[in-house]
């Protein structure tokens, strides 16, 4: 699977679960998973990912949505709740 492709599963998979700021979330676990800079993740769009980091960000998607996050408004805050759940 290629980021661009995780990236687009977790913003609809967000979307779906009604956690408000999907994309922002969906690109800030991207960022913790993998490593990368926002900046940067449109640079890695092709990159080819392992099977190990993709159930990492579903898990962590799936984890997110269980513990309905959508109260969690700035960044910080939702970074942090992201490391914990990863």
Do not use: P, W
Request: contains cysteine; aromatic residues 10%; glycine residues 2%.
């Amino acid at each position: 699977m290629k980021l661009q492709d995780l990236l687009n599963y977790g913003k609809k998979y967000l979307s779906e679960k009604n956690i408000n700021d999907s994309t922002i979330i969906a690109k800030e676990i991207i960022e913790y998973v993998f490593n990368i800079k926002k900046e940067k993740i449109i640079i890695f769009f092709d990159m080819e990912l392992n099977d190990y980091d993709v159930d990492k960000y579903k898990k962590t998607l799936q984890k997110i949505s269980k513990r309905n996050t959508t109260s969690i408004y700035n960044k910080q805050a939702r970074v942090h709740e992201i490391k914990l759940l990863c």
